[in-house]
Every structure is written in structure tokens, then in C-alpha cells.
Nanobody, 120 residues
Framework: QVRLVESGGGLVQAGGSLRLSCAAS????????MGWFRQAPGKEREFVAT????????AYADSVKGRFTISRDNAKNTVYLQMNSLKPEDTATYYC?????????????WGQGTQVTVSS
């Protein structure tokens, strides 16, 4: 089992920045590809970013490319999402996920989510 706990959400003005963290416990963190997803009220959960086991490969949704950066620290069992130039449409609950294969819509483990609210 892997337990994922997100933190770092909050209320920020448009144009501001936040850094989300997802701390993992349980099985070896470096065995898992990690990802961030988000879900806004009334919308489907959507992919935001993913990072490979080593951190050497990343991918982003077009809507966040150039503004968000995913990273991981395997020594600290933590994955991060640095969010810059935030927009009101980034408002959502953000979830981290772990997959021992490749991040997809169906992952092995999910966190409970952290709320991000961007005011205009």
C-alpha cells in the first residue's frame, strides 16, 4: 500500500503562485511514476502533469504547459507541483496519483486532494 497526502493548496490571486506537495509513505516511492490531476466543480477529473520514476521525464497538459512544473525528490518521498501565473480556471481540487506502470486515468493510488482557489 502507498499512502499519498497532498498539501500546499490555498487561495491566491490571479497571476500568483503556489507549490503543492504530495508526501508518500508505504512502499518504495521510486518504484512509482507520479502524476497530478485536478477536478473543478461540475467537471471531470483531468490530467495535469506526470513525472517518471527517476524524474528524468515529464509531461504536461496543454492548459498548464509553461506555467506548471512537476518535480520529485525520491530521498524525501515527495512529488511537487510548482504552479505559476495562476488563472481563475486553475481553480480545482488537485490530486496526486501513483502508478507502478505509467500514469493514466486509472492509477494504483490516489491522495485525498488539496483545494486551489484562484481569484480574479
Amino acid at each position: 500500500q502507498v499512502r499519498l497526502v497532498e498539501s500546499g493548496g490555498g487561495l491566491v490571486q490571479a497571476g500568483g503562485s503556489l507549490r503543492l506537495s504530495c508526501a508518500a509513505s508505504g512502499r518504495t516511492f521510486s518504484y512509482y511514476a507520479m502524476g497530478w490531476f485536478r477536478q473543478a466543480p461540475g467537471k471531470e477529473r483531468e490530467f495535469v502533469a506526470t513525472i517518471s520514476r527517476s524524474g528524468g521525464s515529464t509531461a504536461y497538459a496543454d492548459s498548464v504547459k509553461g506555467r506548471f512544473t512537476i518535480s520529485r525528490d525520491n530521498a524525501k518521498n515527495t512529488v511537487y507541483l510548482q504552479m505559476n501565473s495562476l488563472k481563475p480556471e486553475d481553480t480545482a481540487t488537485y490530486y496526486c496519483a501513483a502508478n507502478n506502470s505509467k500514469i493514466s486515468a486509472q492509477n494504483d493510488y490516489w491522495g485525498q486532494g488539496t483545494q486551489v482557489t484562484v481569484s480574479s
